[in-house]
C-alpha cells in the first residue's frame, strides 16, 4: 500500500540531489508542505510556496517533534572526504546524521527514502563505500514503515561546492557519453533523474523495502 505524498520533510536540500528534489516536489498535486531542513536560511527556497524551512546549525538537535507530522522522509544529505576535511567529519555527517534522522522517524508512518550509492558495502575497501554500505545495513535495523535505498552512480550537474575528481570524471564523460550503450550499470545519471526516481518511489513503492539501483534510476527523463 502506498502512502499520499502529503508533508515531506527533506535533509539535504541545498546538495545537488536535493535541490532537485525540493523542485520535484514543489511541483507534486498532491504534496502541500515541504520541510526543508537547512543550516542557514535559503533564499531561493523562499521563493517556493510549499517550502517550510526548519533552521538547524546542528542537525544532531531534529527531535521527535519535527518530523512527527511528516509522511515522508527524504535524505539527501552527503559529503566527500576532501569537503568534510576528515574521516571522523565524514562519518559525523554520513553516517551519524543520517541514522538519527532515520531513528527519529521510527517513531512514525513515515516512508524513509534515502540517497546511498552504487558502490555502498560495509565490507568494501574503500571508505566512502564502506560508510554508505553500514548505513544501509544500520536503518534496515530499524522499525522504519517502509524504506528505499536509492543507489545512483556518478552525479551530473554543477554542485554549489567543487569536486575536483567528480568535475574531471563529469567532462570526460560528457567527451565520450556518446559510445556509452544506455544500459551500461555505471553511466553517471542526472541529479534531476535522482530526484525523479526518489519522488517515484514515494508515491508508488508498495513493499517494505526497496533498492533503486543505477539501471533504473537511468530510466528517468
Excluded at 24 to 53: F, G, H, N, S
Excluded at 118 to 135: D, I, P, W
Excluded at 143 to 160: A, C, H, M
Excluded at 161 to 166: I, M, N, V
Aim: aromatic share 8%; glycine share 4%.
Amino acid at each position: 500500500m502506498t502512502k499520499s505524498l502529503t508533508h515531506p520533510v527533506v535533509i539535504g536540500a541545498t546538495g545537488l540531489v536535493g535541490k532537485q528534489l525540493i523542485k520535484r516536489l514543489q511541483e507534486e498535486p498532491t504534496c502541500q508542505q515541504i520541510t526543508a531542513v537547512v543550516r542557514k536560511y535559503q533564499k531561493d527556497l523562499d521563493a517556493l510556496d510549499k517550502v517550510q524551512q526548519l533552521v538547524l546549525e546542528d542537525f544532531l538537535m531534529l527531535n521527535d517533534q519535527d518530523v512527527s507530522q511528516h509522511s515522508h522522509g527524504f535524505s539527501c544529505l552527503g559529503s566527500t572526504m576532501k569537503k568534510a576535511g576528515s574521516k571522523q567529519a565524514f562519518y559525523s555527517i554520513d553516517y551519524t546524521i543520517n541514522a538519527h534522522f532515520a531513528e527519529l522517524l521510527q517513531q512514525t508512518s513515515a516512508h524513509y527514502l534515502l540517497l546511498s550509492a552504487m558502490g555502498a558495502n560495509s565490507q568494501s575497501h574503500f571508505y566512502y563505500n564502506r560508510v554508505k554500505g553500514e548505513l544501509e545495513d544500520y536503518v534496515q535495523t530499524l522499525t522504519l514503515d517502509k524504506i528505499s535505498l536509492i543507489r545512483p552512480s556518478l552525479l551530473i550537474g554543477e554542485r554549489p561546492e567543487q569536486r575536483f575528481l567528480e568535475d574531471i570524471a563529469q567532462q570526460v564523460y560528457h567527451k565520450v557519453s556518446r559510445f556509452i550503450p544506455d544500459n551500461f550499470v555505471y553511466k553517471p545519471v542526472t541529479a534531476e533523474q535522482v530526484a525523479h526516481t526518489m519522488v517515484e518511489a514515494a508515491l508508488t513503492q508498495t513493499v517494505k523495502f526497496e533498492i533503486y539501483d543505477n539501471l533504473r534510476i537511468q530510466k528517468r527523463k
